[in-house]
């Protein structure tokens, strides 16, 4: 496809640290259920599955968002479970109980029957919502794609479905670790390969969304969740056609690793609401960006307390590049999308101005 370089590129200096006018913000979750909008066209599609699996509606919802706000990224409109339901898992969304699969991953056989899907033909969709949100962007901002991370995907496959804990898999881990190891690894390969086809349909950045990460004790962390996130970098780091894409973690809740995920080979590390963004740069120094990280529940305040917030945020991060201002996870379906907007034009406004 024409590779149409980006009017606003604020987020993708900032990824590479370098300088910008201003912070550039964009929001997890900033295509969701909080916009009417959104809620319109997902009551058309019929069920949130077909939102995702058809490349107009997904394309239609991503640009929602930018339609109202000025972001400074637009990031795929799709779901983090899509990997394991091509493999065959049987997805489905039950109303107010969340994602399950029909056949999850229950012995050494289900983990043997898996295959690395082809991004072209079992994610077809996907890709193809890519290259159909790239082309309407036509280079308005930026197109981030994503998956879930090993670890992550691996809870929701061995459960069947969320959970508080995630007991299972956990259990998986301690009492078969080389089974748990087969499983992640074919998981982490699909990743990378998934997340290149991206990237050739033509996202320009690229995230993984470690969601449960912060589940694991620090030793089975490193084993279990960051051991792989290492190896998708590598991956994607070895193939000349994706060693130059920006690529993000998110391990939400892993405070506690941020020097050694830093070390993983990513370009920017998200970062959530329970550590500053002062201590996260002093720990992580000039390796990688950082993104983040205000406290969603933030946008439930009144405008005077979000501007207040966005103010301290910025000023936490101090002077000098690399950071992309973000919620420290993704905002919730009860925000008043006007609260959204005083966060992002506050973002722009603030950034304007030095810290000291």
């Not at 370098?18 to 979750?29: A, F, G, L, Y």
């Not at 994503?146 to 496959?157: D, E, K, N, Q, V």
């Not at 998110?250 to 070390?263: C, I, P, Q, R, V």
Request: glycine share 8%.
């Amino acid at each position: 496809m024409s590779q149409i370089a980006p009017l606003n590129d604020r987020f993708l200096r900032a990824l590479k640290r370098e300088p910008v006018d201003k912070t550039p913000v964009w929001i997890m979750r900033q295509a969701g259920r909080y916009l009417p909008e959104y809620r319109a066209t997902r009551a058309r599609a019929g069920d949130f599955l077909t939102l995702c699996k058809t490349p107009e509606l997904a394309c239609e919802v991503t640009l929602q968002p930018l339609d109202r706000f000025a972001l400074d990224a637009a990031i795929l409109f799709s779901d983090i479970l899509t990997i394991p339901d091509a493999m065959g898992l049987g997805l489905h969304f039950s109303e107010g109980e969340g994602p399950q699969f029909a056949r999850p991953i229950r012995t050494s056989a289900d983990i043997n029957r898996l295959a690395v899907p082809d991004p072209e033909v079992e994610l077809r969709y996907v890709m193809d919502g890519v290259r159909t949100i790239r082309h309407a962007l036509a280079g308005r901002v930026p197109l981030i794609g994503f998956a879930g991370s090993p670890w992550t995907l691996a809870c929701y496959m061995v459960e069947g479905r969320g959970s508080r804990d995630f007991a299972r898999v956990k259990a998986l881990c301690w009492n078969e670790p080389e089974l748990a190891h087969r499983l992640l690894d074919v998981i982490a390969r699909s990743v990378a390969i998934y997340l290149a086809a991206q990237a050739a349909a033509g996202a320009q950045a690229l995230m993984v969304f470690d969601t449960w990460g912060g589940l694991l004790p620090p030793m089975q962390f490193h084993e279990f969740s960051q051991r792989y996130l290492g190896q998708i970098a590598l991956l994607l780091q070895s193939d000349p056609n994706t060693r130059d894409v920006p690529l993000i973690f998110f391990s939400k809740g892993a405070n506690s690793h941020l020097e050694t995920l830093a070390d993983t080979g990513c370009t920017a590390l998200g970062v959530d609401w329970t550590i500053s963004l002062e201590e996260a740069r002093r720990r992580v120094g000039h390796r990688v960006a950082l993104q983040g990280n205000l406290d969603p529940a933030v946008l439930k305040a009144s405008p005077d307390v979000i501007r207040a917030q966005v103010q301290a945020t910025l000023r936490s991060f101090g002077n000098g590049p690399g950071h992309i201002f973000n919620l420290g996870h993704g905002v919730t379906p009860d925000i008043d999308p006007e609260n959204v907007r005083v966060l992002v034009d506050a973002v722009h406004e603030f950034s304007g101005h030095p810290y000291a």
